[in-house]
């Protein structure tokens, strides 16, 4: 059966078994504390500080402890590449150079420690390689015209819409005898006549008129949408006609009405009224494909889902007979809140595998990831709280930080120093005007911070929150299973203890080919969320299978399903990423992030750059994912590449090919000339 798995996977990992250090040594016991590192609250402790525990230790989970030293994690990487057979090794030419890139971008900022970097022949041979900087300072030059980019979008804008009120056409002119133009889906072109003489010419819409109906938008936004976001909006939002795996069938979309709304091409006959010529020209394209029903779609490399473990590729030899057995004895959907009849074997299964995975005491499953941070946080704090949230950190946190009714404070990003500070001052001065000490102290941070693609400084939050007497609540909705040398997360990769972090947030939809997220912590702490929050009372359970889709995954990656397949994916993912970073840096372009990371942001900064990055990697068969304001700051536009243990060298290195053409077409190399 492994043998037949191996054909899903790629090639490095065929010869990657258990016998590197990281997996050759058994599991140390690690028995999670039932108190956490936080003293506890006056009021409505996050945590138990009853002293009698003796039954909760004797069920806490076991784990892996990834807590290792400095210098001996670089025997660890001297071992992986001795063992590694070099002839079935795709990265063989590249690899001693991959291994002390990420060795010593591990060293730099998860041990701070700059001086142990590598074994003497490495610093040999690469003593030339620049150090990886997870934050590029945006150019001069870029972030001139990017400024000068935005205000020709804006001033154009306006006149445009000032344009239609005075001729009383455009795109956006409101008219009620107004009718849209024919086109593919278009409901209007059978009814066009009927229209037109059943309109009134008036052109004026009750919901016009501000002293009876209040705006649901505000200026700015619709402004924003109508005349910048339109003017881009076929880069967001394609819809695929497959499996998100390492190759997907983005369905073909256009726009009669310049890009104000898209339709789905469906059959190449409702071009009809294109030439002849022009429909053979696009049929004989490259990346030209059909659905069994007959819809255009392109066939793209997929660098832009979350298919971090590859489960999307594999998923019919993995997961596949287990998800449909669960099918024969429970339903699709429980139709209930977990606290009313939405609670199977599955959920319990799910949450006990969960807690045994990331070293915590019990568990609790959300059907949905974004809900699991907007409702747990809410839970856990309320007014005469304090939330110290990293800056750049997601916005479910944010929304649910808000939604909490408890202070909140942001220190700079992976910033211990700016944190201790602020620590300090809400100790000190405690809460306003009243000046009381504030009830809880919960400092929140990412493991991968998803539009960074950088890790998070947990060695050192941790330190300052135990110091100062703070909970830390960690969201590894992208280092779960991605990060570690078996998945468990930026814990066991930073060598932190579990139980030095009071609360574990993660979700199943990035490894784990599922949807949902959970929340781990003390036994008490989930008793008390499972009755609270609004996530679990209210909202419909999981589904079954989708909670069997975890179980399995989770057997894959922990080994207990009887192959190595988990150990080959990790292994995969590493070294694919590494590599694909390590290409990307030598390209010149501005990458941020960490290497280990399967996030790598490439900097695109000027708006203009969005469109004609997306739509170039469109045409050559790459299908990205770009990312622009609100998203992110009005300078910090970029492209975002996740990459996946599915993907091949081959796939990653025409990917490469075509990546290099578009960065010397735009302009992107921004690392070796401030005029990219």
């Not at 919960?442 to 991968?448: D, R």
């Not at 995969?572 to 960490?594: E, K």
Request: glycine share 6%; aromatic share 8%.
């Amino acid at each position: 059966m492994v043998d037949d798995n191996n054909k899903y996977l790629s090639p490095v990992a065929k010869k990657a078994l258990y016998n590197d250090d990281y997996s050759s040594s058994p599991p140390t016991p690690m028995t999670v504390s039932p108190h956490s590192s936080a003293p506890s609250s006056p009021r409505r402790s996050l945590v138990s500080s009853s002293g009698d525990s003796s039954d909760d230790s004797d069920n806490a989970a076991k784990v892996l402890r990834a807590a290792v030293s400095a210098p001996s994690l670089l025997e660890v990487s001297i071992n992986r590449r001795r063992d590694i057979d070099r002839e079935d090794d795709p990265y063989s030419d590249v690899r001693d150079r991959m291994e002390y890139l990420s060795t010593r971008d591990k060293m730099k900022h998860v041990y701070h420690d700059e001086t142990t970097l590598t074994c003497e022949s490495d610093l040999e041979r690469f003593s030339n390689e620049a150090p990886n900087t997870p934050h590029q300072d945006i150019t001069i030059f870029a972030a001139i015209t990017t400024y000068i980019g935005y205000v020709v979008l804006i001033v154009t804008g306006h006149v445009r819409d000032v344009c239609a009120k005075l001729f009383r056409k455009g795109r956006y002119f409101r008219s009620s005898t107004k009718i849209m133009s024919s086109g593919i889906n278009n409901p209007y072109r059978d009814e066009q006549s009927q229209t037109q003489t059943n309109t009134t010419p008036s052109g004026n819409y009750p919901s016009d008129n501000p002293t009876k109906y209040a705006p649901l938008l505000k200026s700015w936004e619709n402004f924003y949408t109508r005349r910048l976001y339109h003017r881009i909006q076929d880069c967001f939002n394609r819809p695929i006609a497959s499996r998100p795996s390492a190759c997907i069938s983005v369905l073909e979309r256009v726009s009669f009405d310049g890009n104000k709304t898209m339709s789905v091409l469906g059959q190449m006959s409702n071009l009809s009224d294109e030439s002849p010529r022009v429909m053979e020209e696009y049929q004989s394209g490259q990346h030209y494909n059909e659905t069994s029903d007959g819809r255009v779609v392109r066939t793209c490399l997929n660098l832009g889902s979350y298919n971090y473990l590859g489960f999307a590729d594999d998923w019919d030899i993995t997961c596949k007979s287990d998800v449909m057995k669960s099918l024969q004895s429970l339903p699709s959907s429980v139709g209930s809140s977990r606290l009313e009849f939405g609670t199977t074997s599955l959920h319990r299964q799910v949450e006990t595998i969960v807690s045994k995975f990331v070293g915590k005491e019990d568990a609790m499953v959300l059907n949905m990831g974004f809900n699991t941070n907007a409702t747990i946080i809410p839970t856990l704090t309320s007014r005469g709280d304090l939330i110290i949230s990293d800056e750049l950190n997601h916005t479910s946190i944010v929304n649910g930080a808000r939604a909490s009714g408890a202070a909140i404070r942001t220190f700079g990003h992976n910033d211990s120093n700016d944190l201790e500070l602020i620590l300090r001052e809400a100790i000190v001065y405690g809460q306003p005007r009243t000046r009381r000490p504030w009830n809880r102290i919960l400092v929140v941070v990412e493991g991968i911070y998803s539009m960074e693609g950088e890790y998070c400084d947990l060695r050192n939050i941790v330190t300052v929150c135990k110091k100062y007497g703070a909970y830390v609540y960690l969201d590894e909705a992208h280092s779960i299973g991605a990060m570690g040398p078996s998945g468990r997360g930026c814990c066991e990769y930073t060598g932190v203890d579990p139980a030095d972090v009071d609360v574990l947030m993660g979700t199943f939809t990035k490894s784990f080919g599922g949807m949902g997220g959970y929340v781990a912590a003390d036994r008490r702490v989930i008793d008390e969320l499972r009755k609270e929050c609004a996530g679990s009372a209210y909202h419909n359970s999981l589904s079954p299978v989708v909670c069997q889709q975890i179980v399995s995954s989770f057997q894959v990656i922990m080994g207990e399903d009887g192959t190595n397949i988990g150990k080959q994916k990790l292994d995969a993912l590493r070294d694919n990423s590494n590599y694909f970073r390590m290409r990307l840096t030598d390209m010149g372009l501005h990458v941020l992030g960490n290497y280990d990371s399967p996030i790598m942001p490439v900097m695109l900064y000027n708006p203009t750059k969005i469109a004609a990055f997306s739509r170039e990697c469109l045409k050559r068969g790459l299908a990205v994912v770009v990312v622009g304001f609100p998203a992110v700051p009005i300078l910090m536009s970029r492209a975002r590449f996740c990459i996946s243990a599915g993907h091949t060298r081959e796939e990653l290195d025409r990917a490469l090919k075509e990546l290099d053409e578009i960065a010397d077409l735009l302009k992107l190399r921004y690392a070796r000339s401030t005029f990219g």
